[in-house]
């Protein structure tokens, strides 16, 4: 926290990866918040065998549902950690609009 004329505060941002932040909260809202992990945990629960993703390769098109989206997502992220990737530190994902791009950055998300 930061303390200026005697009152302390959160601030409502850092440019510290450690760094603790208030989040704005609107209290009049009923919903609750929740993380991205469980955000896409509840659609797959809801929606698991349904599409979340088609693209073409080679002219055909290729359909990846909820559930596979979400496993696919899970393994890039134990990959990333694998590959050293630390809490708070930041992943370059280089690519044009296709599956393997939105599969790494929830699965840097997932990574922490």
Same mark, same amino acid.
Do not use: P, Y
């Given at each position: 926290s930061e303390c200026r004329n005697g009152l302390c505060f959160e601030p409502l941002w850092t440019t510290f990866a450690? !760094?603790?932040?208030?989040?704005?909260?609107d209290h009049s809202c009923s919903q609750i918040p929740i993380t991205v992990h469980q955000m896409f945990k509840e659609t797959v629960d809801k929606y698991g065998p349904l599409n979340a993703m088609a693209s073409k390769k080679n002219g055909e098109w290729e359909k990846?549902?909820?559930?596979e989206y979400y496993n696919l997502s899970l393994k890039a992220a134990k990959s990333f950690?694998? #590959?050293? #990737?630390?809490?708070?530190?930041s992943v370059a994902i280089l690519g044009f609009n296709s599956p393997?791009?939105?599969? !790494?950055a929830v699965g840097a998300i997932f990574a922490g």
């Open positions: 450690d !760094s603790v932040v208030k989040l704005r909260i990846i549902t909820f559930a950690l694998k #590959l050293g #990737l630390e809490r708070f530190h393997e791009w939105f599969i !790494s």
